[in-house]
C-alpha cells in the first residue's frame, strides 16, 4: 500500500491554484480544517460549484480513510450528474488509472485504500436506512440538486442515517509522504440554483441573511468562472437586456420572487446598544398566534423626522401564552401601549390583566394594503443578531399571485407575523400619514 502511495505522490504535481479557482478557495480551507457540519454552495449556472464540490470529495477520498455518499432525489438522475462529474474531476486530475468506475450497482473505488463513492437517489429517504459499508464509515456526502427536495425533513432523515458512530483517528500520508494522525469528523456538500420562489425551504433556510449554526454558505456565479465559455456569456448578457429579472435568477442565482421587493429601502445591519438607549419614540406591536402559527411581540423606534423605522426587540414563538407574552413585556419594563390584533378581544383583556397597557388595533378597509405600502416607502434598519425573526420575514416576504401567477398588491399570507405586528404598532402614525396626504393642498401650476 505504501508504494502504491508512493507512486501517486510522485506523480507530476499539479498546483492547487491552477485547479481550485479564487472564488472556492475560502471553501476548500473551511472544508479541509473541519470547520462546519454543513457546507452549502449556491449561486447560478454556470459558477462551476459542482465541479469544485466534486474537486473536493475527490481530494478527501484519496486522503481519508472514509467512504462518500452522494444523493439526488431521483436515483436516475445520478448517472447523468453526480457520477459523471466525480469522473470528469479525477480524468482532469489525471489519476483515473487509481479508480476503478463500476455502473452496475454505481460506484466509484479508489483502489489504493478501497474506499469508495456511493451514490443514492431518495425517491424514498428511508432508503438511506439501508445504507451499511463494513471496512469505512460514511463520514462525508453531497447531496445535489437540494432545491428538488421536497422539504427539509427528506433531507435530514438521510443525514440522521448517516450520523450514526463516533468517528475514531486514523493515519495518512500528506502530499509531502509525511504520517500523520487526525480525527475524522463528519461534513457533508448541498448544492443548488436558488429557486425563484422566495418562500420555497431551502432559500428560506440559506439563501438571506439569517444562517443555520454549523453552516458554511457560499455564493457564486458564473462571473466567478475564469473558464466559462464566450457563447456562455453572450446568452447571459442577451438574457440581461431582454429580461433583467429573469438574469437576476438564472444567472446571479438570486431569488427574485416575482421580481418586485416589497421593502426596497430594507436594511440589515448591526443596531449597537448605544443606538437603543437614545431610542425615545418607541412603538409596539402583537399578532397572536394560532395553532401551530407563531405569536409575534415587535417592538421598534419610529424616527418620524427621517422616516427611519428601527427594530429593537422581539418576543416569536409557537404555542406561547398570552401569560408568557406578558412576562417578556414586564420583564424589559416596556410601558408604552401595545397595540394588538383586534381579532381577539379576550386575549387583549386578558394581556390587560397582566399590567400590560394592550389596546385593540383599529382595521379598516384597506388597511392591510395601506400598511403595507407605507412600509415599503419608509427606511427600515433591522439588526439580524438581535431580531432575527423580524429580519427573516421582511427580507423573505414575497408579493401574493393570482391563480395565473401574476402579482396582487398584497403580500402572502404566510410567514408575516411580524409584519402584520408591525403594522398594527405603527397603525397610528400611518392614519396621520394618510390624514396629511390626503389634506395636502396641491397648487395650481403658475402659482
Not at 474506499?115 to 439501508?130: H, P, V, Y
Not at 442515517?161 to 457533508?188: A, D, F, P, Q, W
Not at 457563447?231 to 431582454?242: I, L, V
Request: proline residues 4%; hydrophobic residues 35%.
Amino acid at each position: 500500500m505504501t508504494s502504491n502511495i508512493n507512486t501517486l505522490l510522485n506523480r507530476e504535481k499539479k498546483n492547487l491554484s491552477e485547479i481550485i479557482t479564487p472564488n472556492f478557495w475560502e471553501v476548500w480551507l473551511a472544508w479541509k480544517a473541519f470547520d462546519y457540519l454543513r457546507y452549502v454552495l449556491k449561486g447560478g449556472r454556470g459558477s462551476a460549484k459542482s465541479t469544485h464540490i466534486a474537486l473536493m470529495l475527490v481530494f478527501t477520498l484519496i486522503s481519508e480513510p472514509i467512504n462518500i455518499v452522494c444523493f439526488r432525489k431521483i436515483k436516475d438522475n445520478l448517472e447523468t450528474s453526480v457520477y459523471e462529474q466525480i469522473k470528469k474531476v479525477i480524468q482532469l486530475l489525471g489519476i483515473e488509472e487509481f479508480f476503478v468506475f463500476k455502473t452496475s450497482p454505481l460506484e466509484i473505488i479508489y483502489k489504493e485504500r478501497g474506499n469508495q463513492f456511493i451514490f443514492r437517489g431518495l425517491d424514498k429517504a428511508e432508503k438511506t436506512k439501508s445504507i451499511v459499508t463494513a471496512n469505512f464509515p460514511i463520514a462525508a456526502w453531497w447531496f445535489e440538486e437540494l432545491a428538488e427536495f421536497k422539504n427539509e425533513q427528506e433531507v435530514e432523515t438521510a443525514i440522521k442515517s448517516i450520523l450514526r458512530e463516533n468517528l475514531k483517528e486514523y493515519e495518512y500520508t500528506n502530499m509531502l509522504g509525511e504520517k500523520k494522525v487526525k480525527k475524522l469528523k463528519y461534513r457533508g456538500f448541498f448544492s443548488y440554483n436558488p429557486p425563484r420562489e422566495k418562500q420555497h425551504w431551502v432559500n428560506q433556510k440559506y439563501s438571506f441573511s439569517t444562517k443555520p449554526r454549523n453552516t458554511f454558505v457560499h455564493h457564486s456565479t458564473y462571473l466567478d468562472n475564469p473558464y466559462i465559455s464566450t457563447e456562455f456569456k453572450e446568452d447571459a448578457e442577451a438574457t440581461k437586456q431582454k429580461d433583467f429579472t429573469t438574469y437576476r435568477w438564472e444567472f446571479l442565482g438570486e431569488p427574485v420572487g416575482q421580481g418586485i421587493v416589497p421593502f426596497p429601502n430594507l436594511i440589515l445591519r448591526k443596531i449597537t446598544d448605544q443606538e437603543v438607549k437614545g431610542f425615545d419614540n418607541l412603538r409596539n406591536g402583537l399578532d397572536w398566534g394560532y395553532g401551530v402559527d407563531p405569536v409575534a411581540f415587535v417592538r421598534w423606534h419610529w424616527d418620524s423626522t427621517r422616516q427611519i423605522l428601527y427594530a429593537t426587540d422581539e418576543f416569536y414563538g409557537i404555542q406561547k401564552s398570552n401569560k408568557q407574552v406578558a412576562g417578556y413585556i414586564n420583564k424589559k419594563r416596556y410601558r408604552e401601549p401595545v397595540t394588538c390584533d383586534s381579532a381577539e378581544p379576550k386575549s387583549v383583556a386578558e394581556m390587560r390583566s397582566y399590567g400590560v397597557k394592550a389596546v385593540s388595533a383599529k382595521k379598516g378597509k384597506g388597511s392591510v394594503e395601506y400598511g403595507e405600502k407605507w412600509l415599503g416607502e419608509i427606511t427600515i434598519i433591522i439588526d439580524p443578531q438581535r431580531t432575527p425573526n423580524i429580519a427573516r420575514e421582511f427580507e423573505q416576504i414575497d408579493y401574493a399571485t393570482d391563480r395565473w401567477g401574476e402579482p396582487l398588491p398584497r403580500l402572502e399570507d404566510k410567514n408575516n407575523h411580524t409584519i402584520d405586528a408591525t403594522r398594527y404598532a405603527l397603525e397610528t402614525d400611518m392614519k396621520r400619514h394618510r390624514k396629511a396626504r390626503n389634506n395636502k393642498i396641491v397648487r395650481p401650476k403658475g402659482f
